[in-house]
């Protein structure tokens, strides 16, 4: 019996011998990390200004508000062309601004020109109207597009964090098993292949250790280039306050969607458009009346001044053919129109299916988080259950394995509820076009 104690106690140094061999990984404390730390406000601030797409839909909303400003000053506002001209002849003719003969002639012409009357014109109107409207639409989109890819990528960072503090709470739990068990194995009370076991569970923990420290780097260097660092940024702890309940119905959240998402008026306003400028098509068979007013000046110099003349035109054009390029104008028109018509009735119809997967997809996430914090106390209460009764010698090792592997997975998946609730929130925001709660980030 001695002999076979110090055989055991003897294979149990090996072990400790080898294992001190294993590498074991640096562990990472997020809160001592010297990288900039953001909150949720700070960062959707500085993320949403340097978001590609939005920094485009300012820009269309600035080039929208022109081409607005552009057709009503079309109604009484007048295109002006300034004109100079010089030429040199190889011979000298009779100059009829100078009415004398020269070989050099300068002519300099001012002219304005305005129309009167023109279908397009007035149609012109609505289609920058409500160009305009599918440009601040889509504006609001983007804005809450980048905000909720700048939330994905904040949340991604806390839940790696803590998701790191759990790889460790394992990697220590199995380093306390591992003592334990060399223990058991020494006294006679357990066999050698407990502390195999353990030991095999220590080295699986150290390389999920390692993989989250991977993670975790790498997601803060995304959030970092979210916010505009050029390396990595930290995100500042949210409260684990209780998910709260939708201020509002699945039937209003669907009416408020088609109301006001930004998605519904983009398309509406597209459709708005696409009619306006077929019926501008349309006006070209129809005459137009133009006024034009030019004064023109002849001299043989810079700057000419010999003679002066004024002219003004009343000018009435009908186009009666010009090579079907009218009728084909008006066929793509058409056709843009059935196109924007037929995506609108489609993304209305659509509206039901989403606005109901992203409600039922924040009150599952919801409902989940309860789960998963009662799931996480019977893990705990197990875990200690199954330390207590190996430590008697009540049950293997394999059921107190088990029981580790079932908290470290309750941890993780109480972890990964919480933020996947306010990912489904943010999504459901972005859908409706408007905040819903403003501890999530803020109102926009």
């Known amino acids: 019996m001695i002999a076979l104690l110090l055989q055991l106690a003897m294979a149990d140094c090996r072990l400790t011998i080898d294992d001190c061999r294993l590498p074991r990984p640096a562990i990472v ?16 601030q500085a993320a949403v200004k340097l978001n590609p797409s939005y920094v485009a839909a300012l820009g269309s909303v600035s080039e929208a508000e022109w081409a607005r400003t552009a057709a009503r000053l079309a109604f009484f506002v007048p295109s002006v062309t300034a004109t100079m001209d010089l030429t040199k002849y190889s011979d000298k003719f009779f100059n009829i601004g100078t009415l004398t003969p020269s070989s050099t002639s300068v002519t300099g012409q001012l002219a304005a020109h305005l129309e009167l009357f023109s279908v397009r014109k007035l149609m012109d109107l609505g289609r920058t109207q409500a160009e305009l409207e599918a440009a601040t639409a889509t504006e609001v989109q983007q804005r809450f597009l980048a905000a909720m890819v700048t939330e994905a990528a904040y949340y991604a960072v806390l839940a790696e964090a803590e998701l790191l503090r759990v790889a460790q709470g394992r990697a220590t739990r199995a380093e306390e098993q591992l003592r334990l068990a060399r223990a058991r194995v020494v006294s006679g009370a357990a066999v050698q292949s407990d502390s195999l076991t353990v030991r095999l569970e220590l080295t699986r923990a150290r390389v999920s250790l390692l993989r989250e420290e991977s993670q975790l780097r790498v997601v803060r260097l995304g959030f970092g280039r979210r916010v505009g660092i050029a390396g990595p940024a930290a995100a500042a702890p949210v409260g684990d306050e209780a998910p709260a309940e939708l201020p509002l119905t699945l039937d209003a959240a669907i009416t408020q969607a088609l109301d006001q998402g930004p998605a519904y008026r983009v398309a509406r306003a597209t459709e708005r458009s696409a009619q306006a400028e077929l019926r501008g098509r349309r006006g070209a068979y129809f005459p137009t009346v133009n006024l034009v007013g030019a004064h023109t000046r002849f001299d043989t110099q810079f700057f000419p001044s010999a003679r002066n003349v004024s002219s003004i035109t009343l000018n009435f054009s ?23 018509r037929a995506f609108r009735a489609d993304l209305e119809r659509a509206a039901l299916r989403d606005v109901t997967a992203a409600y039922d997809g924040y009150e599952t996430a919801r409902a989940a988080v309860d789960l998963e914090v009662e799931a996480l106390g019977l893990a705990r209460e197990n875990y200690r259950v199954q330390e207590a ?54 109102s926009q």
Not at 32 to 44: G, I
Request: aromatic share 6%; hydrophobic share 50%; no cysteine.
């Open 29 to 44: 404390n997020p809160a001592a990390d010297s990288v900039p730390v953001f909150t949720l406000a700070e960062a959707l």
């Open 318 to 340: 009908f186009t009666l053919w010009n090579n079907g390029e009218r009728e084909m104008a008006i066929i793509q028109s058409r056709a843009r129109l059935d196109v924007a």
């Open 389 to 442: 009764r190996y430590q008697a010698g009540a049950t293997t090792v394999l059921d107190l394995l088990a029981a580790q592997d079932d908290l470290s997975q309750a941890e993780a998946n109480l972890i990964q509820a919480r933020y996947a609730n306010r990912l489904a929130l943010a999504l459901l925001e972005t859908i409706l076009g408007t905040r819903l709660m403003s501890s999530n980030g803020g």
